[in-house]
């Protein structure tokens, strides 16, 4: 048996989950901390007067806690017409990812790890820069390993979505000490 602050904690996380269902697939206008809001005005005691917000609750104690499932797993669940269906998708995903632009990168690695992305070579270029200044500035030369591994820069090219997620991990170039 739930004491009261387990059952409210549980409540307050189911609250968020359907006000996050509710934002991502239903499309439901708000942040998901005002549509958890909403969710939690419409309860009353330890049940709520909206019937669809009930039996969600009923259901999400019901359901046992998923342990993270791994895709073999998962697979061999499948009966062939779902395991059939799976790889369509998939071929349809491929499809879309083969058509999808390509953008020209620079890559800018040190001690042999990726360090930035450039879109441009001036951008590369003013990242090094920046990098052998403060490099040649700090106190300790012995901080990075550049006579086994040269800085590089590498060129390449990405589809355009995968872009924002390798843009989004690039290191200062002032910051080396903490690599």
């Known amino acids: 048996m ?8 549980l409540r307050e996380d189911f609250e968020t989950a359907y006000a996050r ?12 901390e005002e549509i958890a809001e909403l969710v939690k005005k419409d309860r009353n005691g330890p049940h709520y007067r909206n019937e669809k ?4 609750w009923i259901g999400y104690q019901l359901a046992p806690i998923p342990k993270s499932l791994s895709t073999p797993e998962f697979l061999a669940d499948l009966d062939r017409a779902q395991l059939h269906r799976c ?5 349809e995903r491929l499809e879309k990812l083969e058509q999808v632009a390509k953008v020209q990168v620079w890559l800018l690695i040190v001690d042999g790890v990726r360090r930035y992305t450039a879109t441009s070579s001036a951008e590369a270029m003013s990242w090094l820069g920046r990098f052998v ?6 106190p300790d030369p012995d901080l990075l ?5 040269p800085v590089l820069i590498e060129t390449g090219k990405v589809h355009a979505d995968e872009l924002p997620v390798m843009l989004s991990v690039n290191d200062k170039p002032e910051a080396f000490a903490k690599w």
């Open 133 to 138: 200044a403060a490099y040649e500035a700090a």
């Open 87 to 91: 790889v369509e998708m998939a071929n």
């Open 145 to 149: 390993d550049s006579e086994r591994r």
């Open 2 to 9: 739930l004491t009261w602050e387990e059952l409210k904690k």
């Open 21 to 32: 269902h509710a934002k991502r697939y239903v499309g439901l206008a708000g942040t998901v």
């Open 53 to 56: 917000c009930d039996y969600a």
